[in-house]
């Protein structure tokens, strides 16, 4: 089944303990994204990957790391966690083809809480 | 202002009503795109499209490209369309971005 697996789903952390989300997919897509969305923003992107050992920063990157060693693994490192990062995360992900751009597929979410 | 303006913000009716649901946008675009979001969280795309119109089932997406406007309706809506429907636009100077809008919450009531 083609889709974008998340891991945990659901996270208790507390104030400065590095932490990593998992996001891997199984479509062979070069384009892969993470976003926070928090009530009344909506979603923001916060880092993005072109394809392998390629990424760039979105609309808030502060706090946030991530890398792209192989194409189906985008994983998101929060190195030192603070309560402002509490929020509901997505991975998603999607072929580079068009010129129009491409549907997205996303993540099941991720749930952070730092206390 | 936000580059993707939804309304209304929230919305309820009555099985079998006929819902739309609006999105205006102040950027260029090469796509805009509708997702839905479900009680439990999961995000889905629903339509893609730049021009004209697309139907899938009992939804159907426009837009008009010159008033930067579309719309979601769905007819006969059931309680299982009650979610969260979000705009979203992918700017021309980088496809693949997507700019969202806060998103419109439905509720249908049997």
């Known amino acids: 089944e083609a889709q974008v697996t998340q891991n945990p789903r659901y996270l208790i952390t507390v104030t400065g303990k590095k932490l990593t989300v998992t996001c891997s997919q199984n479509?062979?897509?070069?384009?892969m994204s993470w976003y926070r969305q928090d009530p009344g923003l909506g979603l923001r992107q916060i880092y993005y990957s072109m394809n392998v050992e390629v990424t760039d920063k979105g609309d808030v990157p502060e706090g946030y790391k991530v890398s792209r060693k192989e194409k189906r693994n985008f994983p998101l490192i929060l190195e030192s966690p603070s309560p402002n990062q509490t929020s509901l995360y997505f991975c998603?992900?999607?072929?580079?083809?068009?010129?129009?751009?491409?549907?997205?597929?996303f993540g099941p979410g991720t749930r952070l809480l730092v206390l | 202002k936000n580059e993707v303006e939804q309304s209304p913000q929230n919305l309820t009716a009555q099985e079998g009503e006929f819902i739309t649901i609006n999105c205006s946008y102040s950027v260029g675009i090469s796509a805009l795109h509708w997702l839905q979001q479900h009680p439990g969280g999961g995000i889905v795309s629903l339509f893609m499209?730049?021009?004209g119109k697309k139907k899938h089932g009992r939804l159907i997406a426009t837009i008009n490209i010159q008033e930067k406007h579309s719309s979601l309706h769905i007819t006969a809506s059931h309680p299982r369309d009650s979610a969260v429907y979000i705009c979203a636009v992918s700017p021309p100077y980088n496809t693949d971005k997507l700019i969202f809008g806060t998103g419109t919450r439905l509720q249908v009531f049997p």
């Open positions: 499209l730049s021009s």
């Open positions: 998603a992900s999607s072929f580079r083809r068009g010129r129009m751009g491409e549907t997205q597929y």
């Open positions: 479509m062979n897509h070069e384009y």
